[in-house]
């Protein structure tokens, strides 16, 4: 007997799940104020859906423009509950060098997911 075609979706539809999972990376983030001049747009503004990438994610600026979809998950501090819930889509369009995190996010970016008061916070992010 052959195996349903709509079981064989389901199986599908599961693996997909699992790999998206897995391509969400944890992460770390930050947040700055001040976007422009930037690394990899000089005195171009790029809005504020913005930020820089740390030295583990840079490559020498062939990150430079890619999104990331970035999600609060927990703190890193004492601020009990930062995640608003929200998660937010970023570009990169600045180097970090030195960056304690993964995504150093720009404030309003930052502020979208999470109370800025908190600083830093347990992150997970997907290209
Ligand atoms: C970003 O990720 C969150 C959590 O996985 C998801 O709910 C949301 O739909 C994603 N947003 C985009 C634009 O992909």
Redesign the pocket.
């Known amino acids: 007997m052959a195996i349903p075609k709509n079981i064989i979706l389901v199986i599908i539809g599961f693996v997909v799940t699992l790999f998206s999972i897995v391509l969400?990376t944890p992460g770390t983030a930050t947040f700055y104020t001040n976007y422009v001049p930037s690394a990899c747009y000089g005195n171009k503004a790029q809005g504020t859906r913005i930020a820089a990438a740390s030295d583990s994610l840079w490559g020498g600026g062939k990150i430079c423009g890619k999104t990331f979809?970035v999600?609060c998950t927990g703190p890193t501090n004492p601020v009990p509950h930062p995640c608003t819930g929200k998660?937010i889509?970023v570009k990169i369009v600045d180097h970090c060098p030195g960056c304690g995190g993964t995504l150093d996010l720009s404030k309003e970016a930052f502020s979208t997911i999470a109370n800025p008061v908190a600083g830093v916070i347990k992150i997970?992010y997907?290209q």
């Open positions: 969400a979809n999600t998660s889509v997970n997907v």
